[in-house]
């Protein structure tokens, strides 16, 4: 029995017509039509695929001389796979629209943090503002403290309210009919969105160390320079903000459609934008402060944002450039 006689055998055991194969395999009805023809024959990724389910093993479909259907261990659990309805698909991605403007406002406060204890500490030094450096210190610690508790916070929120479904990101799962072509159509309609968003995004951390220049060729004042560090810290924010939208929002549709990152294969190979973009600002945030704090050098210690924002652009064009590799592979 030939490779396109076993998939016909096997697609109506399951009752499955070939549209259901198709959606289930991710490939156009005319794909299956032309593999039980005969006329083409599935890649080997496609052949593991159908292998596993099917619940057969691999042997049986390439080699016509089995006749006996080979069974793979585990075959008996292939009809518990969890589908996904159109209606829990439609949720899901609101969720996490809602979610991933929530998710960037709180990485934006974690990036803005610092602004209150450098303009403090700054302002501590000049003897005109009658400031001491310990009210400074402690004033700017509380603030910066508040507002990475509200982020944290908000982060805490927004993963309650994705937690039911994260069966997405680590499970193999089915999609019924009419889920894969209404997610594709949307993702189709936001790819313009996703690519404008990730433009605007590094180029605003690029330009971010502009504000700087012009600090030091308008003024010499230290102040003036934190007020110019404080922008862009602010543009900063305002970038990482653009990447985070446009990557959760992508993220959200390639979990569903299990491409990219979120492949059957790659199931636990998944990173996710806003966990690196939360570590990265919390890590430098650190830094910065335990090395300012040992060192008590709050006038130069500073060159660490202008720095952790171009690299972190370098890091996000990275990532993207990466994850369109992946997709192509």
Same mark, same amino acid.
């Given at each position: 029995?030939?490779?396109?006689?076993?998939?016909?055998?096997?697609?109506?055991?399951?009752?499955?017509?070939?549209?259901?194969?198709?959606?289930?395999?991710?490939?156009?009805?005319?794909?299956?039509?032309?593999?039980?023809?005969?006329?083409?024959?599935?890649?080997?990724?496609?052949?593991?695929?159908?292998?596993? $389910?099917? *619940? +057969?093993?691999?042997?049986?479909?390439?080699?016509?001389?089995? !006749?006996? /259907? #080979?069974?793979?261990? @585990?075959?008996?659990?292939?009809?518990?796979?969890?589908?996904?309805?159109?209606?829990?698909?439609?949720?899901?991605?609101?969720?996490?629209?809602?979610?991933?403007?929530?998710?960037?406002?709180?990485?934006?406060?974690?990036?803005?943090?610092?602004?209150?204890?450098? $303009?403090? *500490? +700054?302002?501590?030094?000049?003897?005109?503002?009658?400031?001491? !450096?310990? /009210? #400074?210190?402690?004033? @700017?610690?509380?603030?910066?403290?508040?507002?990475?508790?509200?982020?944290?916070?908000?982060?805490?929120?927004?993963?309650?309210?994705?937690?039911?479904?994260?069966?997405?990101?680590?499970?193999?799962?089915?999609?019924?009919?009419?889920?894969?072509?209404?997610?594709?159509?949307?993702?189709?309609?936001?790819?313009?969105?996703?690519?404008?968003?990730?433009?605007?995004?590094?180029?605003?951390?690029?330009?971010?160390?502009?504000?700087?220049?012009?600090?030091?060729?308008?003024?010499?004042?230290?102040?003036?320079?934190?007020?110019?560090?404080?922008?862009?810290?602010?543009?900063?924010?305002?970038?990482?903000?653009?990447?985070?939208?446009?990557?959760?929002?992508?993220?959200?549709?390639?979990?569903?459609?299990?491409?990219?990152?979120?492949?059957?294969?790659?199931?636990?190979?998944?990173?996710?934008?806003?966990?690196?973009?939360?570590?990265?600002?919390?890590?430098?945030?650190?830094?910065?402060?335990?090395?300012?704090?040992?060192?008590?050098?709050?006038?130069?210690?500073?060159?660490?944002?202008?720095?952790?924002?171009?690299?972190?652009?370098?890091?996000?064009?990275?990532?993207?450039?990466?994850?369109?590799?992946?997709?192509?592979?």
């Amino acid at each position: 029995m030939i490779l396109a006689d076993k998939i016909i055998q096997l697609r109506k055991k399951n009752g499955w017509s070939q549209e259901d194969l198709a959606e289930k395999m991710m490939v156009t009805r005319q794909s299956v039509s032309k593999w039980e023809g005969a006329q083409s024959i599935p890649d080997i990724e496609k052949i593991m695929q159908l292998s596993t $389910l099917f *619940g +057969v093993s691999t042997d049986y479909l390439l080699k016509d001389e089995l !006749e006996d /259907v #080979a069974y793979i261990e @585990g075959c008996d659990k292939i009809s518990s796979v969890r589908r996904v309805s159109i209606e829990e698909a439609n949720a899901f991605l609101q969720i996490k629209a809602y979610t991933a403007k929530w998710i960037g406002l709180a990485t934006l406060l974690s990036i803005l943090s610092p602004i209150c204890l450098i $303009l403090l *500490g +700054v302002a501590s030094e000049n003897p005109a503002y009658q400031l001491s !450096e310990n /009210v #400074a210190g402690g004033v @700017g610690m509380i603030v910066l403290l508040l507002q990475v508790t509200v982020a944290v916070g908000i982060f805490i929120f927004c993963g309650s309210k994705t937690s039911p479904y994260e069966y997405l990101e680590k499970e193999v799962f089915e999609l019924e009919y009419g889920v894969l072509g209404m997610v594709q159509e949307r993702q189709k309609n936001y790819r313009d969105t996703h690519a404008l968003y990730n433009i605007t995004g590094t180029c605003l951390c690029i330009l971010s160390v502009i504000p700087l220049f012009v600090g030091a060729f308008l003024s010499e004042s230290d102040f003036f320079m934190v007020i110019m560090l404080s922008v862009m810290l602010v543009i900063i924010g305002i970038g990482v903000f653009f990447f985070i939208v446009a990557g959760i929002n992508w993220e959200s549709m390639q979990k569903l459609l299990q491409e990219g990152e979120y492949t059957r294969q790659r199931k636990q190979n998944v990173h996710l934008t806003n966990t690196v973009s939360s570590v990265y600002w919390l890590a430098v945030t650190a830094g910065y402060l335990a090395y300012s704090f040992i060192t008590n050098d709050w006038e130069r210690s500073w060159i660490v944002w202008p720095v952790a924002g171009v690299l972190y652009a370098a890091v996000m064009i990275i990532c993207s450039g990466f994850n369109r590799n992946k997709k192509m592979d």
